[in-house]
């Protein structure tokens, strides 16, 4: 029996007010706790390779730096490419629906 993926939910959010500059950030709304520590592991691999952090006061994942569409981007592919399903939020213009 094949293995289901890792799915995700992509929130992408305007974290720019405050004293908070983001680029591109989101919160992800789907079950993680079923996650093992491997997969958190590559899951953060993708956040730090797109240029995302988590940010404790905020409860979001953002990034500073960059364009927007390309951080998002960055991170889709990412995602994909470590195996996860997006079934929310995925940016790319070959994903089913585009921009969600």
């Known amino acids: 029996m094949p293995k289901n993926p890792p799915q995700i939910e992509l929130r992408w959010r305007d974290e720019n007010y405050g004293s908070v500059y983001a680029v591109a950030a ?3 709304y789907a079950g993680t706790f079923d996650w093992s520590e491997r997969t958190h592991q590559r899951f953060r691999g ?3 390779r797109a240029g995302f952090e988590f940010h404790w006061g905020r409860c979001a ?3 500073k730096t960059g364009d927007t ?3 998002k981007c960055a991170l889709c592919d990412e995602l994909a490419a470590a195996g996860f399903r997006i079934i929310h939020g995925d940016v790319r213009p070959q994903a089913e ?3 969600a």
């Open 97 to 99: 629906g585009g921009e």
């Open 61 to 63: 994942y953002i990034a």
């Open 26 to 28: 989101f919160r992800n």
């Open 69 to 71: 569409a390309e951080r």
């Open 46 to 48: 993708c956040l730090k």
